[in-house]
Structure formats: C-alpha cells, structure tokens
C-alpha cells in the first residue's frame, strides 16, 4: 500500500523499495502457505512491473508481468470467480507493454484473450466489467489503426463508444471525458479515409464536450480543446454545396 502511495505521487525510488520488501516477505510467506500468499506475490509482481514499465525497464516488466500472470492461471484453475479478472488485467498490462515495444502480434494475443474473459465476466456483472470491456476495445482498436485494420479499428471504436455513452448515462462526471475521446479516435479514423462529414461530426461533438469540462477544469481538458479544435481546421471549411474543402496539406 505504502509502495502504491508512493508510486501515485511519483516518488518512483520509494515505491520500488517498498514493493521489492513486500515481495520478498511474500515470497518467504508463500514457501510455509502458498494458498494464502500466492496471490500476494503476484499482486506484488503486477505493482512491480508497472513500475518497472513506466520507467522503461521493460525486460524486468515483462519479467513480473509473466511470472504473475503464470500465478493469476494456476490460482483461476482453483478458483475461477475470483481470479479471473486477474487474468484479464494482467494480460492487458503485458499487451500495454507489447504495444510498447512495437511486439504488435503478441499484443493483439492478449488483448483479445482479455477481451474475451472480460465479455463473460460482465454478462454476470454488467455494472462492474462494462467498463473494462470499453477500455480493452480501445486499445485494442488503436493497435487495429496502427496496423491500418480500419474496419476491425471502427468496429472497435463504435462499440467503445457505444459502452461509455450508455455509461455517461448513470455517472456523466466520470465518462463522459472517455466519450469525448473516443468520438475524437473515430473522427480521426474518418479522416483517415477520407470520411470527412462523419469525421466532422464526430469532432464537433468531441470539441462540445471538451470545452464544457475545460470550463471547470482547464489546465486538464483546454489542450484537448486545442487538440480538437486543430483535427477541425485539418479538415478544411465547409463548401456552400454541404462537402468539405479538402485542403491540401504541405
């Protein structure tokens, strides 16, 4: 906890201490219990190697991201109900790390094995996965635009988008900030074909939402302002017959 703390307020060098001394007391603890402490080890693990992975050290990311990964598979054999969203985060902490490293094939592999646990953890508990499910559909459609899959990437995105504007619903303070960015990745993805209309749209409603939340929290949410603001002059303006002007680019 003391390490987590640390890590939240960016005192990297004092949370790597405080983590490295909690695993291996774990990992003492674990040799005389090992059904107590085994998933202390690998929660450890997964602190460590997101630490690890924020300061680039991916070898030793992806070395604790394996290794409690293995833990979180042996635990789920025993007790699915509670370990596999384990599973699930895991996986998509060691595909963030293979996207990182540009690792694209071994990334996709995990976000989709996450994907997939994540579908049928929120058939039984909608309130708690959908959200999980949004957040492995973005990423997993960014890694589709990356490698120019546009339909699986638009699949993806409206799907996401879908997720949070049904979310923004019940609790609007917390995602509607996801819809605004997800209505910016499609309109990006529009103007990448040459969709400019439903690109616009999706900007302008992107650029609405954002300049709301700047309003209460600018320092926050003004360079997404700027940010969607400069997608719509990328555009071009609108010619008098309903078409955008293509402008050329330099």
């Known amino acids: 906890n003391l390490g987590r703390l640390n890590r939240d307020e960016n005192h990297r060098a004092e949370a790597r201490k405080a983590f490295e001394e909690a695993l291996a007391i774990y990992r003492e603890a674990v040799i005389q219990n090992p059904d107590v402490f085994r998933p202390n080890v690998a929660a450890t693990l997964g602190n460590l190697g997101l630490l690890n992975r924020a300061e680039n050290r991916n070898a030793e990311a992806r070395k604790n991201f394996v290794e409690a990964l293995a833990i979180y598979r042996a635990l789920v ?97 917390v995602y509607r900030p996801d819809v605004a960015q997800m209505l910016d990745n499609l309109g990006r993805l529009n103007r990448a074909e040459n969709r400019n209309a439903e690109a616009r749209t999706a900007f302008v409603e992107a650029l609405a939402i954002y300049r709301e939340l700047a309003a209460r929290a600018p320092a926050t949410y003004q360079p997404r302002v700027q940010r969607v603001e400069g997608n719509l002059r990328d555009l071009g303006p609108v010619s008098p017959y309903g078409r955008t002007r293509y402008r050329r680019r330099t």
């Open 77 to 173: 054999v025993q007790n699915p109900d509670v370990f596999r969203p384990n599973v699930a985060a895991t996986l998509g902490n060691l595909g963030g790390l293979n996207a990182k490293e540009n690792r694209k094939a071994k990334a996709r592999k995990a976000f989709v094995e996450a994907l997939g646990i994540y579908r049928a953890l929120v058939v039984q508990n909608p309130d708690a996965y959908r959200p999980y499910v949004a957040q492995t559909l973005d990423t997993l459609g960014l890694l589709n635009r990356a490698e120019n899959r546009n339909a699986e990437a638009r699949t993806a995105f409206v799907e996401t988008l879908d997720i949070y504007r049904a979310l923004a619903t019940q609790n609007p303070d």
